[in-house]
Antibody, heavy 117, light 110 residues
Protein backbone atom coordinates (compact mmCIF):
# COMPACT_ATOMS: atom_id res chain seq x y z
CA UNK A 1 0.00 0.00 0.00
CA UNK A 2 1.28 3.45 -0.84
CA UNK A 3 2.59 5.54 2.04
CA UNK A 4 3.22 9.28 2.12
CA UNK A 5 5.28 11.45 4.43
CA UNK A 6 5.36 15.26 4.49
CA UNK A 7 8.47 17.21 5.42
CA UNK A 8 9.38 20.88 5.65
CA UNK A 9 9.58 23.84 8.02
CA UNK A 10 6.88 24.20 10.63
CA UNK A 11 7.27 27.98 10.84
CA UNK A 12 7.30 30.44 7.96
CA UNK A 13 7.47 34.23 8.15
CA UNK A 14 4.77 36.39 6.55
CA UNK A 15 5.47 37.30 2.90
CA UNK A 16 7.93 34.42 2.53
CA UNK A 17 7.52 31.17 0.60
CA UNK A 18 6.21 27.97 2.16
CA UNK A 19 7.93 24.83 0.84
CA UNK A 20 6.89 21.26 1.62
CA UNK A 21 7.92 17.90 0.20
CA UNK A 22 6.05 14.60 0.20
CA UNK A 23 7.99 11.35 -0.08
CA UNK A 24 6.16 8.38 -1.57
CA UNK A 25 6.83 4.72 -0.85
CA UNK A 26 5.13 1.40 -1.43
CA UNK A 27 3.90 1.85 -5.01
CA UNK A 28 4.79 3.35 -8.36
CA UNK A 29 4.65 7.14 -8.41
CA UNK A 30 3.33 7.03 -11.97
CA UNK A 31 0.02 5.42 -11.02
CA UNK A 32 -1.32 8.34 -9.04
CA UNK A 33 -2.46 11.92 -9.10
CA UNK A 34 -0.68 13.63 -6.20
CA UNK A 35 -2.44 16.39 -4.24
CA UNK A 36 -1.75 18.91 -1.54
CA UNK A 37 -4.63 19.59 0.83
CA UNK A 38 -4.77 21.81 3.89
CA UNK A 39 -6.95 22.34 6.94
CA UNK A 40 -6.77 25.69 8.75
CA UNK A 41 -7.51 25.57 12.49
CA UNK A 42 -11.23 25.11 13.09
CA UNK A 43 -12.04 24.96 9.37
CA UNK A 44 -12.70 22.36 6.71
CA UNK A 45 -10.40 20.74 4.20
CA UNK A 46 -9.21 22.81 1.23
CA UNK A 47 -7.69 21.31 -1.89
CA UNK A 48 -4.62 23.22 -3.04
CA UNK A 49 -3.69 21.42 -6.25
CA UNK A 50 -2.38 18.27 -7.87
CA UNK A 51 0.36 16.96 -10.11
CA UNK A 52 0.74 13.85 -12.26
CA UNK A 53 4.10 12.29 -13.12
CA UNK A 54 3.45 13.27 -16.74
CA UNK A 55 3.69 16.90 -15.69
CA UNK A 56 -0.02 17.70 -15.64
CA UNK A 57 -0.85 20.18 -12.88
CA UNK A 58 -4.19 21.50 -11.64
CA UNK A 59 -4.71 24.20 -9.02
CA UNK A 60 -7.46 25.60 -6.84
CA UNK A 61 -8.36 28.85 -8.64
CA UNK A 62 -8.34 30.75 -5.34
CA UNK A 63 -4.67 29.84 -4.74
CA UNK A 64 -3.35 29.40 -8.27
CA UNK A 65 -1.43 32.68 -8.43
CA UNK A 66 0.70 31.72 -5.41
CA UNK A 67 1.14 27.96 -5.77
CA UNK A 68 3.46 25.65 -7.67
CA UNK A 69 3.33 21.86 -7.37
CA UNK A 70 6.00 19.72 -8.96
CA UNK A 71 7.03 16.06 -9.05
CA UNK A 72 10.47 14.44 -8.90
CA UNK A 73 9.97 10.87 -10.05
CA UNK A 74 13.61 9.84 -9.56
CA UNK A 75 13.42 10.66 -5.85
CA UNK A 76 9.78 9.56 -5.50
CA UNK A 77 8.77 12.99 -4.22
CA UNK A 78 6.40 15.78 -5.03
CA UNK A 79 6.54 19.31 -3.67
CA UNK A 80 4.48 22.38 -2.82
CA UNK A 81 5.64 25.97 -2.99
CA UNK A 82 3.29 28.73 -1.84
CA UNK A 83 4.53 32.30 -2.10
CA UNK A 84 3.62 35.46 -0.20
CA UNK A 85 2.14 33.62 2.76
CA UNK A 86 0.06 35.30 5.43
CA UNK A 87 -1.40 34.18 8.74
CA UNK A 88 -4.40 32.87 6.79
CA UNK A 89 -2.12 30.18 5.35
CA UNK A 90 -1.53 28.69 8.80
CA UNK A 91 -2.87 25.14 8.55
CA UNK A 92 -2.15 21.45 8.73
CA UNK A 93 -0.89 20.54 5.26
CA UNK A 94 -1.50 17.05 3.93
CA UNK A 95 -0.12 15.31 0.89
CA UNK A 96 -2.39 12.73 -0.70
CA UNK A 97 -2.60 10.43 -3.67
CA UNK A 98 -5.41 9.08 -5.87
CA UNK A 99 -4.96 6.23 -8.31
CA UNK A 100 -5.95 7.47 -11.74
CA UNK A 101 -9.57 6.53 -12.41
CA UNK A 102 -10.60 6.35 -8.75
CA UNK A 103 -11.28 8.66 -5.83
CA UNK A 104 -9.61 6.24 -3.43
CA UNK A 105 -7.35 8.58 -1.45
CA UNK A 106 -4.20 7.81 0.48
CA UNK A 107 -3.10 10.46 3.00
CA UNK A 108 0.10 11.51 4.67
CA UNK A 109 -0.02 12.15 8.39
CA UNK A 110 -0.06 15.94 7.91
CA UNK A 111 2.30 18.67 9.03
CA UNK A 112 1.39 21.88 10.82
CA UNK A 113 2.73 25.03 9.19
CA UNK A 114 2.43 28.25 11.17
CA UNK A 115 2.89 31.62 9.49
CA UNK A 116 4.21 34.06 12.04
CA UNK A 117 7.04 36.51 12.51
CA UNK B 1 -14.98 26.25 -8.00
CA UNK B 2 -17.52 26.12 -5.20
CA UNK B 3 -17.29 23.94 -2.14
CA UNK B 4 -19.70 21.06 -1.79
CA UNK B 5 -22.54 21.69 0.67
CA UNK B 6 -22.83 19.63 3.84
CA UNK B 7 -24.90 20.20 6.98
CA UNK B 8 -22.81 21.71 9.76
CA UNK B 9 -23.92 19.12 12.28
CA UNK B 10 -25.97 15.98 12.73
CA UNK B 11 -26.69 13.89 15.79
CA UNK B 12 -28.10 10.53 16.72
CA UNK B 13 -28.38 8.08 19.57
CA UNK B 14 -26.42 4.85 19.83
CA UNK B 15 -27.92 2.18 17.62
CA UNK B 16 -29.70 4.65 15.34
CA UNK B 17 -28.87 5.46 11.72
CA UNK B 18 -27.93 8.88 10.42
CA UNK B 19 -27.36 10.26 6.94
CA UNK B 20 -25.07 13.10 5.93
CA UNK B 21 -25.69 14.79 2.59
CA UNK B 22 -23.15 16.34 0.23
CA UNK B 23 -24.57 18.50 -2.55
CA UNK B 24 -22.62 19.63 -5.58
CA UNK B 25 -23.32 20.20 -9.25
CA UNK B 26 -23.38 18.29 -12.51
CA UNK B 27 -19.71 19.30 -12.89
CA UNK B 28 -18.68 17.23 -9.90
CA UNK B 29 -20.94 15.04 -7.73
CA UNK B 30 -23.68 14.67 -10.33
CA UNK B 31 -21.48 14.12 -13.32
CA UNK B 32 -18.85 11.71 -12.03
CA UNK B 33 -18.66 8.74 -9.69
CA UNK B 34 -15.62 10.05 -7.85
CA UNK B 35 -17.13 10.96 -4.48
CA UNK B 36 -15.23 10.13 -1.31
CA UNK B 37 -16.04 10.42 2.37
CA UNK B 38 -13.55 10.95 5.17
CA UNK B 39 -13.74 10.67 8.93
CA UNK B 40 -11.61 13.06 10.99
CA UNK B 41 -10.69 12.81 14.62
CA UNK B 42 -8.82 15.71 16.25
CA UNK B 43 -5.10 15.76 15.56
CA UNK B 44 -5.32 12.80 13.19
CA UNK B 45 -5.17 12.54 9.44
CA UNK B 46 -8.51 12.05 7.69
CA UNK B 47 -9.51 8.41 7.30
CA UNK B 48 -11.03 7.28 4.02
CA UNK B 49 -14.33 5.48 4.66
CA UNK B 50 -16.00 5.57 1.24
CA UNK B 51 -14.62 6.12 -2.27
CA UNK B 52 -16.07 6.03 -5.78
CA UNK B 53 -19.51 6.91 -4.27
CA UNK B 54 -20.15 3.58 -2.57
CA UNK B 55 -16.94 1.55 -2.28
CA UNK B 56 -15.64 0.74 1.17
CA UNK B 57 -11.92 0.19 1.78
CA UNK B 58 -10.98 -3.01 3.53
CA UNK B 59 -11.07 -2.61 7.28
CA UNK B 60 -13.89 -0.05 7.28
CA UNK B 61 -17.03 -1.22 9.04
CA UNK B 62 -19.98 -2.19 6.85
CA UNK B 63 -22.04 0.15 9.04
CA UNK B 64 -20.77 2.89 6.70
CA UNK B 65 -22.38 3.12 3.27
CA UNK B 66 -22.43 5.66 0.46
CA UNK B 67 -24.87 6.49 -2.31
CA UNK B 68 -25.70 9.21 -4.82
CA UNK B 69 -28.82 10.67 -6.38
CA UNK B 70 -28.47 13.45 -8.90
CA UNK B 71 -26.12 16.11 -7.56
CA UNK B 72 -26.30 14.87 -3.96
CA UNK B 73 -24.17 12.16 -2.40
CA UNK B 74 -25.00 10.66 0.97
CA UNK B 75 -23.14 8.88 3.74
CA UNK B 76 -25.21 6.64 5.99
CA UNK B 77 -23.94 5.30 9.29
CA UNK B 78 -26.07 2.57 10.76
CA UNK B 79 -25.96 1.21 14.29
CA UNK B 80 -24.34 4.40 15.62
CA UNK B 81 -21.56 3.87 18.14
CA UNK B 82 -19.85 6.34 20.44
CA UNK B 83 -16.61 5.92 18.48
CA UNK B 84 -18.35 7.28 15.36
CA UNK B 85 -18.41 10.76 16.90
CA UNK B 86 -16.14 12.77 14.60
CA UNK B 87 -16.14 15.22 11.72
CA UNK B 88 -17.08 13.87 8.28
CA UNK B 89 -16.15 15.46 4.97
CA UNK B 90 -17.00 14.63 1.39
CA UNK B 91 -14.97 15.32 -1.73
CA UNK B 92 -15.48 14.98 -5.45
CA UNK B 93 -13.32 15.24 -8.49
CA UNK B 94 -14.63 17.57 -11.18
CA UNK B 95 -14.78 17.25 -14.95
CA UNK B 96 -11.64 19.38 -15.15
CA UNK B 97 -9.71 17.02 -12.84
CA UNK B 98 -9.74 19.36 -9.89
CA UNK B 99 -10.89 18.33 -6.43
CA UNK B 100 -13.50 20.00 -4.27
CA UNK B 101 -14.38 19.36 -0.63
CA UNK B 102 -17.45 19.86 1.47
CA UNK B 103 -17.27 22.09 4.53
CA UNK B 104 -17.49 19.16 6.93
CA UNK B 105 -20.21 17.82 9.24
CA UNK B 106 -19.80 17.30 12.97
CA UNK B 107 -21.48 14.10 14.11
CA UNK B 108 -22.53 13.97 17.76
CA UNK B 109 -23.53 10.66 19.30
CA UNK B 110 -26.00 11.53 22.04
Amino acid sequence: QVQLQESGPGLVKPSETLSLTCTVSGDSISRYYWSWIRQPPGKGLEWIGLVHYSGITKYNPSLKSRVTISVDTSNRQFSLRMSSVTAADTAVYYCAGNIAGSSRTYWGQGTLVTVSS
Amino acid sequence: QSALTQPASVSGSPGQSITISCTGTSNDVGGLNYVSWFQHHPDKAPKLIIYDVSQRPSGVSNRFSGSKSGNTASLTISGLQAEDEADYSCSSFTHSTTLVFGGGTKLTVL
